[in-house]
């Protein structure tokens, strides 16, 4: 069974960049099959879709957050991964790593890491 | 883009049939048959419950349905059980080629 782990820093300073990272174990994203993804959610609020990536390499991003964002792949590492750029405490949230199939924002999920934005 | 609209509680008795709302617009929930449905217990990643609207995931039992009418999707859960309680949201594909989520509602088991 696939299974997603999000790592990166838990405190990033504000205007600074957020940069986390997915490890795929159990399958390969290098596959038409899936896609994959981020989705965050600051504490005790709602959900956010953030971005996805194709094994293509195409992109789609949140409009409110895709001047700030970009989502990659490293094939060859089985990993994807996220960059916020100059973050703010709005970005405060746990990030989510997510598997995606067909027109749905994620069937597996990773555990989450949250990641707090502050001086 | 605004998350679609979910009422913020629902609760019901063991055995009782609940559901829950989410409305959205043409962009979004009307638009598409690519509703998905979420539950989250406290702590924990979000489960995928139902996609394309109406379809179960292997795993998912059979007292989780879905449904959509114009602008609105609903989640019933029949057979309210204790394990129910929970936070769900729901989440549609939309026009701009990206996912919205619902606001989210607790699910209280009574």
């Known amino acids: 069974q696939v299974q997603l782990q999000e790592s990166g820093p838990g405190l990033v300073k504000p205007s600074e960049t957020l940069s986390l990272t997915c490890t795929v174990s159990?399958?390969?994203?290098?596959?038409?099959?899936?896609?994959w993804g981020w989705i965050r959610q600051p504490p005790g609020k709602e959900l956010e879709y953030i971005a996805t990536?194709?094994?293509?390499?195409?992109?789609y991003y949140n409009p409110s957050l895709k001047s700030r964002v970009t989502i990659s792949m490293d094939m060859s590492k089985n990993q994807f991964s996220l960059k916020l750029y100059s973050v703010t405490a709005a970005d405060t949230a746990f990030y989510y790593c997510?598997?995606?199939?067909?027109?749905?924002?994620?069937?597996?999920w990773g555990q989450g890491t949250l990641v707090s934005v502050s001086s | 883009q605004s998350a679609l609209t979910q009422p913020a509680s629902v609760s019901g008795s063991p055995g009782q049939s609940i559901t829950i709302s989410c409305t959205g617009t043409?962009?979004?929930?009307?638009?598409?048959?690519?509703v998905s449905w979420y539950q989250q217990h406290p702590g924990k990643a979000p489960r995928f419950m139902i996609y394309?609207?109406?379809i179960r995931p292997s795993g998912v039992s059979n007292r989780f349905s879905g449904s959509k009418s114009g602008n609105t999707a609903s989640l019933t859960i029949s057979g309210l059980q204790a394990e129910d309680e929970a936070d769900y949201y729901c989440?549609?594909?939309?026009?701009?080629?990206?996912?919205?989520f619902g606001t989210g509602t607790k699910v209280t088991v009574l």
């Open positions: 997510v598997r995606q199939i067909g027109w749905t924002p994620g069937d597996f």
């Open positions: 159990g399958g390969s994203i290098s596959t038409s099959h899936y896609h």
């Open positions: 990536i194709y094994y293509t390499g195409d992109t």
């Open positions: 043409n962009s979004d929930v009307g638009g598409y048959n690519y």
């Open positions: 394309a609207v109406s």
């Open positions: 989440s549609s594909y939309t026009s701009d080629s990206a996912y919205v």
